[in-house]
């Protein structure tokens, strides 16, 4: 092996290391921009929770200043507690909706299923499966024949 082609050798294997270098040092880079971004988004989170759990304090001490029981959810915190009755349009949506809601949906599927158009697409549909089979007959038919013809020429 001649000097020059060593040579050539050794500056392709600096030039890989060099780029490899070069992928990793901009890997870092990028990792640091990402661990930079996610610690300052898990700082805003914090001090929204931190605010969040203030006026959930607050509340909490109006409410028992008020000397009233109540237990809170989440998506409660904050508002004041709704009364405790129930309107009568919200039990007649419940009781008469979702069943008349299920009837109309299978209304229009029936209605659907005996328009015109299916009735049509469905009546091709039986003609042409009833010709398919038809043809299919014949051909077994004749198919049967010729076999039996056969037998009889090789038995005689």
Not at 23 to 46: G, M
Not at 87 to 113: I, N, W, Y
Request: proline share 3%.
């Amino acid at each position: 092996m001649g000097t020059p082609v060593l040579i050539g050798c050794i500056a392709v294997v600096l030039l890989v290391l060099l780029g490899l270098l070069a992928l990793v040092l901009r890997s870092r880079a990028e990792s640091r921009r990402q661990l930079a971004a996610a610690l300052a988004e898990t700082a805003a989170l914090s001090r929204r929770l931190d605010e969040l759990s203030e006026q959930l304090d607050r509340a909490v001490d109006r409410d028992r200043a008020q000397a009233v029981d109540s237990a809170y959810v989440i998506t409660d915190a904050g508002e004041p507690r709704p009364e405790a009755n129930v309107p009568d349009r919200l039990v007649l949506t419940a009781t008469v909706g979702e069943p008349l809601v299920k009837v109309v949906s299978f209304g229009h599927g029936v209605r659907r299923a005996l328009s015109a158009e299916s009735r049509n697409r469905i009546w091709f549909e039986v003609r042409r499966e009833v010709r398919r089979a038809r043809k299919q007959r014949r051909r077994e038919m004749k198919e049967a024949w010729r076999r039996m013809q056969a037998e009889e020429r090789s038995a005689a």
